[in-house]
């Protein structure tokens, strides 16, 4: 049996994860403390697709602490897992709107036949709508 199990380092190799990454992750509860074999770590075959469930969650914005909820919630079988996945795509929905309204201003600064963008009117009240507290998207429409 123990051929099947992975030393961490296997586990490294396998997922492109490094060692000290696996450990704080360990550390953190994301992975479960796995069996130990002559004092070194031992991870079943099943490690390899729970690291890159966590490489997932890492690449679609959730936090370390978002992902031990993920994995608490997971562990106790509890409904919780929607909630906090749709308060995660509703803040990613707000990180996308504000992207687009910087690229969106961006773009404008580009194009503008100004030579210097600073005297550009439509950036002037820009800025002068962001002064008065309108954020990036509501003071690029004015």
């Not at 079988?77 to 961006?106: F, N, V, Y």
């Not at 950036?123 to 429409?141: C, I, N, T, Y």
Request: some cysteine; charged content about 25%; aromatic content about 4%.
């Amino acid at each position: 049996m123990s051929e099947e199990l992975l030393t961490i380092g296997e586990l490294a190799h396998r997922t492109g994860v490094a060692t000290s990454a696996l450990r704080y992750w360990e550390e953190q509860g994301l992975l479960p403390a796995p069996g130990r074999v002559a004092g070194q770590r031992r991870y079943p075959p099943s490690a390899v697709e729970l690291v890159g469930e966590i490489l997932i969650f890492r690449e679609v914005g959730f936090s370390l602490r978002e992902l031990k909820t993920l994995m608490d919630l997971r562990t106790s079988a509890a409904p919780g897992w929607r909630e906090l996945h749709e308060r995660k795509l509703a803040e990613l929905d707000r990180r996308i709107a504000r992207a687009q309204a910087a690229r969106t201003a961006i773009a404008h600064g580009l194009a503008c036949p100004r030579e210097d963008v600073h005297d550009c009117p439509n950036f002037r009240r820009g800025v002068a709508a962001r002064l008065a507290g309108a954020s990036l998207e509501e003071a690029h429409s004015h």
